[in-house]
């Protein structure tokens, strides 16, 4: 699997307008919705869900990165939403450092591509400089094209 079809082209927000992670959380779910990705009828579902789930335990990673995510029973195939902030955001990362990558995942609740979508994106995100070119993207088409690269190169 490679990060490029996991990832929604049309859910990458270059610049996140929220700054707080419910919000982040809220504004990504509603980029996938846009895009057609997920259920507009399940929108505050999933992202209670997502939060609920978020409070139970940090998906802040570290290295400035949080990744966000649930099954859902309405979710036919793995996908996932990129944001980009520039400021940080409190995610209450295992390294106590702000989150400046957020990747959003939602997948099937009886399959096998929720794993495999979090493994593509946990190796993909090993990558010190795809992290390092990520958090400086500052358009949609710059992300699109990092993500094809390190799928392509994955040392990059």
């Known amino acids: 699997m490679n990060i490029a079809e996991v990832v929604c082209s049309k859910a990458i927000v270059a610049k996140l307008e929220s700054v707080e992670r419910d919000d982040v959380i809220t504004q990504l779910a ?21 939060i609920e789930r978020e409070n139970e335990a940090s998906t802040g990673i ?34 106590k450092q702000p989150v400046y990558t957020v990747i959003l995942l939602v997948s099937p609740t009886e399959s096998q591509q929720h794993l495999e979508a979090m493994e593509t994106i946990f190796e993909r995100l090993q990558n010190d400089n ?3 070119f990520l958090a400086q993207s500052k358009s949609v088409e710059q992300i699109e094209e990092l993500l094809k690269e390190i799928d392509e190169n994955p040392s990059l």
Not at 73 to 83: L, P, Q, Y
């Open 30 to 50: 509603g980029a996938l919705v846009e895009a057609g990705a997920i259920p507009k009828t399940k929108r505050t579902e999933i992202v209670g869900a997502v």
């Open 130 to 132: 795809f992290r390092k």
């Open 62 to 95: 570290g290295k400035g990165v949080a990744v966000p995510h649930i099954k859902h029973k309405s979710i036919k195939n793995a996908v996932a939403a990129i944001g980009i902030s520039q400021g940080g955001i409190d995610f209450s990362s295992l390294d």
